[in-house]
């Protein structure tokens, strides 16, 4: 054992590398439960944490305690005015961390929990501003994740969890991605294993008069207003945009916000010639093209590398992030995504490609 800074404070690990922090892993129950012991021991003393949810990594602190969601924003650089969800393990804990607990929320909560849904209410007085970057609402989940749910449990305490990257980059869906992304700022991964969704949880604003999708997800509109029992079109679109000094609506509907390192653009082709013709047109290098397509892979001379994507959208989520993790630690310089399907189930996704593509 031997002391190594986390974050701005001591911390006590037994791992030998001073750049990577130690991934327990939980494949069996007696290492589930030795892992769920050290992070809540971690968590309770204030400590943060990485740790699974089924959407992506999670850099986890106790969502009560200003100081160590202060932490997150450090470890993170993460700026100051952008909220962090907190994820709870009952009903009863989202409804202790909320002023008020409408009925939207009743029935989105009764459909969707546990799993990859945000639900934005007003904020009781036992979460602190910090959280909410000063705002009056707070972001509730309660993830599905086994492990996440122990230690909640474990805790007795909510947990604040932005995903587990730096800042601006793409979210981590398993424990080597953290550690590549935050090994060296965290005291303690918990590999839970490939993240099943893939993609962050859909935010949906119910703090105004009609329901507001801040961030979409893979829960779409459609079963959001199935749940809600509204008619189509009733829910306002996601904001874009930010709202100059104030604190964000949602940060992560910023217009250029997930990306990889390497620069992302988004094309459709019709075959080998258009697709190589549209590369000469926009000036892009076949050589330093690495093309993501799920439908019309190229068979073209000169590409730095094709990846074939899935086609169901569910299983195309969980392989994204994966992929531009490969891409960037590859040293790919451009990726080359073919545009997705149409089709509510593919608007996440669709999101998530046009923020990353940047305006
Ligand atoms: O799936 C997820 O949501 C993951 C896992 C770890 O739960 N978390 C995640 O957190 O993606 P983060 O911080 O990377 O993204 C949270 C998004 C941000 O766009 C943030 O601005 C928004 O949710 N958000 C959080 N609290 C909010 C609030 N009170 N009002 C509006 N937006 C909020
Ligand atoms: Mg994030």
Redesign the pocket.
């Given at each position: 054992m031997r002391e190594r800074r986390a974050c701005g404070t001591l911390t006590a690990v037994s791992d030998d590398r001073s750049s990577a922090a130690p991934i327990l892993p939980t494949h069996t129950p007696p290492l589930f439960k030795e892992a769920v012991r050290r992070a809540t021991a971690l968590l309770r003393a204030g400590q943060v944490v990485a740790l699974p949810?089924e959407?992506?990594?999670?850099l986890a602190a106790n969502a009560l305690d200003e100081q160590a969601v202060a932490r997150i924003y450090e470890c993170k650089g993460r700026p100051a005015r952008?909220?962090?969800?907190v994820?709870v393990d009952s009903l009863d804990m989202a409804k202790s961390c909320a002023k008020e607990w409408p009925a939207t929320a009743e029935r989105l909560a009764a459909a969707f929990w546990p799993g990859?849904l945000?639900l934005?209410v007003f904020?009781s007085a036992k979460i602190p501003a910090i959280v909410?970057a000063g705002?009056a609402?707070?972001?509730l989940?309660w993830?599905s994740h086994p492990f996440m749910q122990a230690t909640i449990r474990a805790c007795g305490f909510p947990l604040a969890?932005?995903?587990?990257n730096p800042s601006n980059q793409i979210?981590p869906t398993n424990a080597e991605h953290v550690r590549r992304l935050l090994g060296g700022r965290v005291p303690l991964i918990i590999d839970g294993g490939q993240a099943q969704v893939g993609i962050?949880?859909t935010?949906i604003?119910l703090t105004a008069e009609s329901p507001r999708v801040?961030?979409p997800?893979m829960i779409h509109e459609a079963s959001i207003l199935a749940a809600l029992q509204l008619p189509p079109y009733s829910i306002d679109g996601a904001a874009m945009g930010d709202g100059g000094g104030e604190p964000?609506?949602?940060?992560?509907?910023l217009v250029k916000h997930y990306s990889p390192s390497a620069r992302l653009v988004v094309l459709a082709w019709e075959n080998d010639e258009d697709l190589r013709s549209q590369l000469d047109a926009r000036k892009l290098p076949a050589n330093e093209c690495h093309v993501v397509s799920h439908t019309r892979t190229p068979d073209l001379a000169g590409l730095s590398g094709v990846s074939v994507m899935p086609h169901d959208a569910e299983a195309f989520a969980r392989a994204l992030y994966a992929e531009w993790h490969r891409c960037d630690e590859t040293g790919v310089k451009i990726i080359v995504m073919e545009t997705l399907p149409a089709g509510a189930e593919w608007n996440g996704l669709a999101d998530r490609l046009r923020r990353a593509a940047g305006p």
């Open positions: 949810t959407t992506v990594y999670g952008n909220p962090i969800i994820h990859p945000t934005v904020r909410a705002g609402t707070v972001g989940r993830p969890a932005p995903s587990a979210s962050e949880s935010v604003d801040l961030r997800g964000l609506k949602s940060p992560g509907c």
